[in-house]
C-alpha cells in the first residue's frame, strides 16, 4: 500500500517556476514507477512526466525541456520541477504510482495522490 500526498500548488504568472512535491509513505515506495499527471477543467486527465523506479524519466511533448521530475528515496518524495509556467500548464495535477513508466504512461495507475491546483496567469 502506498499513500500520496502532493504539495506545492499556487497561483502563478506565466514565465515562473514553481516546485510540487508528493510524499510517499509505504516500505514499497522505492520499487514504484512514480509519475505526475494533470487535468484541467472540461479536460481529460492527461500525463505529464514519469520517473522509474531506477531514475529515468519520461515526459509529455508539452512539457518536455521545462518540467523535470525526480525523486528522493531517502525522502520518499518525488518532486515536478516545472520553469516557465504558460497559462495552458493551468490544472490539478495529481502525484500516481504505478509498475513502470509506460503503465503510467497508459494511465494504468495504481495509487493516486488527492491533487494539488497549479493556476498560471497570462
Known amino acids: 500500500q502506498v499513500q500520496l500526498v502532493e504539495s506545492g500548488g499556487g497561483l502563478v504568472q506565466a514565465g515562473v517556476s514553481l516546485r510540487l512535491s508528493c510524499a510517499a509513505s509505504?516500505?514499497?515506495?522505492?520499487?514504484?514507477?512514480m509519475g505526475w499527471f494533470r487535468q484541467a477543467p472540461g479536460k481529460e486527465r492527461e500525463f505529464v512526466a514519469a520517473?522509474?523506479?531506477?531514475?529515468?524519466?519520461s515526459y509529455a511533448r508539452s512539457v518536455e525541456g521545462r518540467f523535470t521530475a525526480s525523486r528522493d528515496y531517502a525522502e520518499n518524495t518525488v518532486y515536478l520541477q516545472m520553469n516557465n509556467l504558460k497559462p495552458e500548464d493551468t490544472a490539478v495535477y495529481y502525484c500516481?504510482?504505478?509498475?513502470?513508466?509506460?503503465?503510467?504512461?497508459?494511465?494504468?495507475?495504481?495509487?493516486w495522490g488527492q491533487g494539488t491546483q497549479v493556476t498560471v496567469s497570462s
Open positions: 500516481a504510482a504505478g509498475a513502470t513508466r509506460t503503465t503510467l504512461i497508459n494511465l494504468r495507475v495504481d495509487y
Open positions: 509505504g516500505r514499497s515506495f522505492r520499487n514504484y514507477a
Open positions: 520517473v522509474s523506479a531506477g531514475g529515468s524519466t
